[in-house]
């Protein structure tokens, strides 16, 4: 079986993904394996036409399509990203179209279902057969146990391709909204007085809609919003994963991003992304702009703000996008309005972004921040044990910054609750105590909560 390994990683070779590519070599050397270090080389291939399509060559002459990569900010690497986008744009769906694909991945599995959803939708926009997806937390390959897991599923993988398994479609295709958008002439604005309002975008002129969207909405805040465009930012290149950043916050890049986040975005007290869907996710720009984020390593990034997201495409069947910025915004604990151009008329478009407007607003001058959903708080848990634990002398500046904020909030660090729970468990080896508390948990379920309504 021949199998062409496209390897995600912009570390090309040295590469804690690959090891893992490695280790299916040698246990099934009877394939012949081939793998193109698609992210690492992205910017020729995006040069050089040649080397593009030397790539895809190899792509017919696959029975097997592995997609490796890691985890890089919820989703693929930028770089990867960018390949995709160039394999729709030069047209060479027909290449990977029957084609088996399957799907490895290495992170620390923090948000790996996005990434999967993700790249299997692409797999489906390609034509592709998608047999399967395995995440493997980066440190796995160490543990026998997970190293016959890993084998197993290639085993059933390679099992499944030699006998031409039949597989289905896992997404719906795509259904571009209709709309034409041409804002009309009244609107309802907002004063946002004292609070800074950023719009940034990737805002290329290729969709009509975006433009006037970001227009409308910038009129819609009196005029007050400062609109700034991801092209005009001295970003040097996308996130090289060399991880410098983790003991000081300290990016290899020393061009204009660090500055920007910090002092341009960090200043807001509103923010609205506003970009346009492209595949199944927004453009190769914004994940550039995502990926540099992480030289502020694990911590909450932008911290608390009210945010709009403002896209142009058809989100509501775009579910792996909707999550990434749900959870994006979930774990900076910000207040997070959507509005698309999936509506009937301009009409209503208007009012849906003249609405955001003052919502965003009316959340600044609330100082309203939500409760954190499960990816935030599970997130946590997951930084909170490996920050601690075995990434924390690489990650010191995470170390420095979860110490200070009591965010290694064990439960053993709980003595009321772990004397409670002491002594229950002890109690309730009785019958009668066992009776009295399991008999009527509803109630005690909701004792603690009485002292609330007492008095004022
Ligand atoms: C910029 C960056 C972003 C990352 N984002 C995530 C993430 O969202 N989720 C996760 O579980 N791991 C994340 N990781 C961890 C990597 O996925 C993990 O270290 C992976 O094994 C690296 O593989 P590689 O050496 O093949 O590039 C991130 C690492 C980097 C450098």
């Known amino acids: 079986m021949k199998i062409i390994v496209l390897n995600g990683s912009p570390k090309g070779d040295i590469s804690v993904t690959m090891q893992y590519v490695a280790y299916i070599e040698k246990k099934f050397p009877g394939n012949r394996y081939e793998t193109l270090n698609v992210a690492h080389e992205v910017k020729k291939l995006e040069k050089d036409a040649a080397a593009f399509d030397a790539v895809i060559e190899k792509v017919r002459s696959a029975d097997l399509v592995l997609w490796a990569f890691p985890l890089y900010v919820m989703l693929v690497p930028a770089q990867y990203k960018r390949f995709i986008e160039l394999v729709f744009e030069r047209g060479a769906r027909?290449?990977?179209?029957?084609?088996y694909a399957a799907v490895l991945t290495t992170s620390i599995h923090y948000a790996d279902m996005i990434a999967h959803d993700y790249l299997?939708?692409?797999?489906?926009?390609?034509?592709m057969k998608y047999i399967g997806a395995y995440s493997a937390d980066m440190h796995d390959l160490l543990v026998p146990g997970e190293r016959e897991r890993l084998t197993k599923f290639a085993a059933l993988t390679f099992a499944g391709v030699e006998r031409n398994v039949p597989v289905q479609r896992g997404t719906a295709p795509l259904i571009p909204p209709?709309?034409?958008?041409?804002?009309g002439n009244g609107q309802t604005t907002v004063e946002p007085g004292a609070k800074k309002v950023v719009i940034l975008t990737d805002d290329d002129g290729t969709s009509a809609n975006l433009t006037a969207m970001i227009a409308r909405l910038s009129s819609a805040f009196s005029g007050k919003a400062e609109v700034i465009n991801l092209h005009d930012i001295d970003i040097r290149g996308p996130c090289l994963g060399c991880c410098s950043c983790a003991y000081d916050n300290t990016c290899v890049y020393t061009d204009g991003f660090v500055d920007?986040?910090?002092?341009?975005l960090g200043a807001a007290d509103i923010l609205v992304f506003?970009?346009?869907i492209r595949d199944r996710y927004l453009s190769s720009t914004w994940k550039c702009f995502f990926d540099r984020s992480f030289f502020k390593g694990h911590t909450p990034g932008l911290g608390e703000k009210q945010v709009g997201f403002a896209i142009a495409g058809p989100l509501s069947q775009v579910a792996c996008l909707k999550e990434a910025l749900t959870m994006w915004a979930d774990s900076g604990r910000c207040n997070a309005?959507?509005?698309?151009?999936e509506a009937a008329t301009s009409a209503e478009l208007d009012a849906l972004l003249d609405s955001l407007a003052g919502r965003l607003v009316a959340g600044a001058e609330a100082g309203y921040t939500?409760?954190?959903l499960f990816y935030a708080v599970g997130g946590h848990k997951i930084f909170r044990d490996s920050i601690y634990g075995g990434m924390r002398f690489v990650f010191q500046a995470d170390y420095r910054y979860y110490k200070k904020h009591n965010l290694?909030?064990?439960?053993?660090?709980d003595t009321k609750t772990r004397v409670t729970n002491a002594v229950m468990m002890l109690l309730t080896k009785s019958k009668s105590v066992r009776q009295k508390v399991y008999g009527d948990l509803k109630h005690h379920m909701i004792e603690p909560f009485a002292p609330v309504f007492s008095g004022d």
């Open 260 to 264: 920007f986040y910090k002092n341009r």
């Open 94 to 99: 027909e290449t990977f179209a029957g084609k």
């Open 370 to 372: 939500p409760p954190h």
């Open 337 to 341: 309005h959507f509005v698309t151009d």
């Open 178 to 183: 209709t709309l034409a958008y041409v804002p």
């Open 274 to 276: 506003a970009g346009a």
């Open 120 to 127: 299997r939708a692409i797999c489906d926009d390609l034509g």
């Open 408 to 413: 290694f909030d064990f439960p053993q660090g």
